[in-house]
T-cell receptor, first 112, second 116 residues
Framework: GENVEQHPSTLSVQEGDSAVIKCTYSDSASNYFPWYKQELGKGPQLIID?????GEKKDQRIAVTLNKTAKHFSLHITETQPEDSAVYFC???????????FGAGTTVTVRA | DAGVIQSPRHEVTEMGQEVTLRCKPISGHNSLFWYRQTMMRGLELLIY????????DSGMPEDRFSAKMPNASFSTLKIQPSEPRDSAVYFC??????????????FGEGSRLTVL
């Protein structure tokens, strides 16, 4: 099955700086890569996703890049704000597969 | 829509007791998932229902765990008897579509279970 590894496990950044989280996956057939944000006491929420026919996708201050050859994808958060503090999960799945394989999560802390 | 609704939000019970967690998915969604979240194992898929039918229960830890979906608007996850190692946050999630890439997965706020 798919194995998704996520790094780092914790990340502390100064407000206004950028944050980068990296994930690698093992199944070359995976082609859907969502990112979830989990705030304290809440369930994970989808913030952005990318499909294998796209190398990069942006949505305001967040962006995701995908390198299918190397089997890794990354989340970039620019101009970080206190409300960006949360746990972020990457995930991967194949086309037409209901199962999402999640990374272990990255706890991001934005220091004021 | 109110989103995915789970109850109870917190449950503290003693080892050996029966625990029932409840979930109301988003109206119109035809896929429902139960996940378990722990520090050690992260987010694990326990069971997946499509159109109220269990499709994949390979993640259910053992016979002490059971899940039902009697109709499109309600599902339960039952643990009997409960053990301390079952302590975790249990999430219910729903989506529309058959595949992860065809419909956004919406999570409830979770049920935090503590088994003493």
């Amino acid at each position: 099955g798919e194995n998704v590894e996520q790094h780092p496990s914790t990340l502390s950044v100064q407000e206004g700086d950028s944050a980068v989280i990296k994930c690698t996956y093992s199944d070359s057939a995976s082609n859907y890569f969502p990112w979830y944000k989990q705030e304290l006491g809440k369930g994970p929420q989808l913030i952005i996703d990318i499909r294998s026919n796209v190398g990069e996708k942006k949505d305001q201050r967040i962006a995701v890049t995908l390198n299918k050859t190397a089997k890794h994808f990354s989340l970039h958060i620019t101009e970080t704000q206190p409300e960006d503090s949360a746990v972020y999960f990457c995930a991967a799945s194949r086309d037409n597969d209901y199962k999402l394989s999640f990374g272990a999560g990255t706890t991001v802390t934005v220091r004021a | 829509d109110a989103g995915v609704i789970q109850s109870p939000r917190h449950e503290v019970t003693e080892m050996g007791q029966e625990v029932t967690l409840r979930c109301k998915p988003i109206s119109g969604h035809n896929s429902l998932f139960w996940y378990r979240q722990t520090m050690m194992r992260g987010l694990e898929l326990l069971i997946y229902f499509n159109n109220n039918v269990p499709i994949d229960d390979s993640g259910m830890p053992e016979d002490r765990f059971s899940a039902k979906m009697p109709n499109a608007s309600f599902s339960t996850l039952k643990i009997q008897p409960s053990e301390p190692r079952d302590s975790a946050v249990y999430f219910c999630a729903s989506s529309y579509g058959l595949a992860a890439n065809t419909g956004e997965l919406f999570f409830g706020e979770g049920s935090r279970l503590t088994v003493l």
